[in-house]
């Protein structure tokens, strides 16, 4: 989710007294705090006139990410849903560089538009792009014998499968390792229980079995669509 269309959502939550202010808010918080990579901003420009521009991740999101990814001193992730490859192009400028991305996506003209992008932002070498299901990859990394090696791990693919997702991703993660799932809030269809199509009863489902879930430590973060953060304990 873009930034506008994450702004519009917050604002709409709050009703139409905090409408301006938060709106102004918002704003302020990007402009004394963003510290966007300039190929960052060029993919954000290309891909903002995307058609399904609404899948892209928010810039405060992002940095956010970006910070944790650092603090960790992470080396091994993976991005499942790769869009136009912002997310990708975010973590692998914060791995080290001998880091590693794996990329996960099934649509080749969408992930096309990012890839030279990578190469100008000098960190193709560190992102491994597999065109294929996200299950069928993971599962590939599960048979390879990387359980447990992975430091940071990336969802914001088909909804559907967010749970199939969670499970192969908590296997491949390393203990205190981190899973952050988007778009949990899910324009706040999980609230409303007269709405039970496909994808929202499956961030229903999840959220809930993310909140007693005692294999990790949680939070769900107010960012853009909301964002869970997960750590294996």
Known sequence: M???QAAKL???SLGTSGTK???EMVKYCRDQSLRLHPVQEKLIEV???HPRNIMLSSTDQAQFISNMVKAMGAKKAIDIGVYTGFSTLTVALALPDDG???????????VSIGK??????GVEHKIDLRLAPATETLQKLLDNGEAGTFDYIFIDADKVNYGIYYEMS?????KRGLIAIDNVWWFGKPLDPKIKDEDTEAIRALNAKL???????????????????????
């Open 211 to 233: 909140h007693t879930d005692e294999r990790i430590d949680i939070s769900m973060l107010p960012i853009a669509d909301g964002v869970t953060l997960a750590w294996k304990r």
């Open 10 to 12: 917050f604002e709409e």
């Open 100 to 110: 590693k991305i794996i990329a996960c996506d099934i649509n080749d003209d969408y």
């Open 47 to 49: 891909t903002e006139k």
């Open 21 to 23: 202010l938060q709106g």
């Open 116 to 121: 030279p992008f990578w190469k100008e932002a």
């Open 2 to 4: 873009g930034d506008s």
């Open 170 to 174: 908590l296997k491949l993660l390393r």
